[in-house]
């Protein structure tokens, strides 16, 4: 028979609980005796590990060792259900969301409201923390004119200088000018 390590067990008198390897519980904890803190924080002592797993039960509660290379180790009555949330949204909680780029493309015959209503969706990207690349294709004759291109691009860094600032200055690149707001 195989067994697998993240499968409930059961046994007769105790609730079903996932093997959680961080963590022993209950019947896992072997070592006697141990040092016990109650269900409200208070240090009951040391004790055998029968006699705080028999606690644990007739609290309906769960015995979890916390501090295992003690000596002798600490275990806690609780909760363990309650226990692994808490611990699960303490790790959600440092979790930050990773920053993306989007990009924007404009040519220097672009017209004003259309400029404005991609400076708005750039305006939404820089709320959102996202940073937002300004770039200005160019095709054919149009190279011939590349003022124009710089003024789009100055145009748009200057509508969204409350909200972003330059990462990285206009530049080009072959047939682009380019470049990287960030928020502030």
């Known amino acids: 028979m195989r067994s697998t390590p993240d499968i409930p067990y059961f046994m007769p008198g105790t609730r079903t609980i996932a093997i959680d390897r ?73 979790h930050h969301p990773q920053q993306k780029t989007k990009e924007i493309r404009v040519r220097p015959k672009t017209g004003d409201h259309d400029i404005e209503t991609k400076v708005n969706h750039a305006r939404e990207f820089l709320q959102h923390k996202d940073k937002v690349q300004v770039t200005v294709v160019f095709r054919g004759r149009e190279l011939a004119h590349i003022e124009e291109g710089q003024k789009v691009v100055k145009h748009v860094i200057e509508s969204l200088a409350d909200i972003g600032k330059i990462e990285s200055a206009p530049s080009q690149q072959g047939k682009r000018i380019s470049c990287v707001i960030a928020p502030k």
């Open 22 to 94: 961080s963590h022993r519980i209950n019947e896992q904890i072997r070592i006697t005796p141990i040092r016990v803190i109650g269900a409200e924080g208070a240090q009951l002592g040391i004790m055998p590990t029968e006699q705080a797993l028999q606690m644990a039960r007739e609290a309906d509660l769960d015995l979890v060792e916390v501090a295992p290379t003690e000596r002798p180790p600490v275990c806690r009555i609780m909760d363990f259900g309650k226990f692994k949330y808490q611990l699960k949204k303490k790790q959600s909680k440092n």
